[in-house]
């Protein structure tokens, strides 16, 4: 298997502009995350994904913010409009759940965002 | 809720020094615990984790024993080589619910 695939590696834009960031999980894995890395703030979980189905979307920041994930393969995280402070690395992970709770997600490479 | 501490970094050693890495949790129930690294310019990736009390996580030289007594979760390796200079993070897991929940990492700087 290929890990789990992010895309865009970097994206440089403007203040206002909307921005969609890519995540393809590992075949078979029914949970997906979404979280931000900031040196300022540390690794912060966005929103999660079971089958799909948000579960927790409680770390996302605001309204400014969406996730989707329309099948098994394919997730994407929205920002529009993005802000400066928006900057940051964002990571996708995917895991195969078990029954004690004890999930390994499996990151991958992050999208490194900066806005102008 | 579930909680992880990590010790603050960032931590400087020698090469073949001994590096300990503190992490204690706050949790209900029996959560599994897990330490990843980092490397620079990578995602995380699973370094070692451990089920249950008194289980002992080891890989590359790595390991880490699941205190529940003192709710604990070290990272230790005898021996530290260059190449381990990364990013450090404890997590646990978030029950029945898949998350984990990782402490703020600890970076590690190994000089030649």
């Known amino acids: 298997d290929a890990g789990v695939i992010q895309s865009p590696r970097h994206e440089v834009t403007e203040m206002g502009q909307e921005v969609t960031l890519r995540c393809k999980p590992i075949?078979?894995?029914?949970?997906l995350f979404w979280y931000r890395q900031t040196m300022m703030r540390g690794l912060e979980l966005l929103i999660y994904?079971?089958?799909?189905?948000?579960?927790?979307d409680s770390g996302m920041p605001e309204d400014r913010f969406s996730a989707k994930m329309p099948n098994a393969s394919f997730s994407t995280l929205k920002i529009q409009p993005s802000e400066p402070r928006d900057s940051a690395v964002y990571f996708c992970?995917?895991?195969?759940?078990?029954?004690?709770?004890?999930?390994?997600?499996?990151f991958g490479a992050g999208s490194r965002l900066t806005v102008l | 809720g579930n909680s992880v501490t990590q010790m603050e970094g960032p931590v400087t050693l020698s090469e073949e020094a001994f590096l300990t890495i503190n992490c204690t949790y706050t949790?209900?129930?029996?959560?599994?615990l897990f330490w990843y690294v980092q490397y620079p310019g990578e995602g995380l990736q699973l370094l070692l984790k451990?089920?249950?009390?008194?289980d002992k996580g080891s890989n590359k030289g790595f390991e880490a024993t699941y205190r529940k007594e003192t709710t604990s979760f070290h990272l230790e390796k005898g021996s530290v080589q260059v190449s381990d200079s990364a990013v450090y993070f404890c997590?646990?897991?978030?029950?029945?619910?898949?998350?984990?929940?990782f402490g703020k990492g600890t970076k590690l700087s190994v000089k030649p």
């Open positions: 075949s078979g894995h029914d949970y």
């Open positions: 994904f079971n089958n799909n189905v948000p579960i927790d």
């Open positions: 451990a089920t249950k009390a008194d």
């Open positions: 949790a209900t129930g029996y959560p599994s």
């Open positions: 992970a995917s895991s195969l759940g078990t029954v004690s709770g004890a999930n390994v997600l499996t």
């Open positions: 997590a646990l897991s978030g029950g029945s619910q898949g998350n984990l929940i």
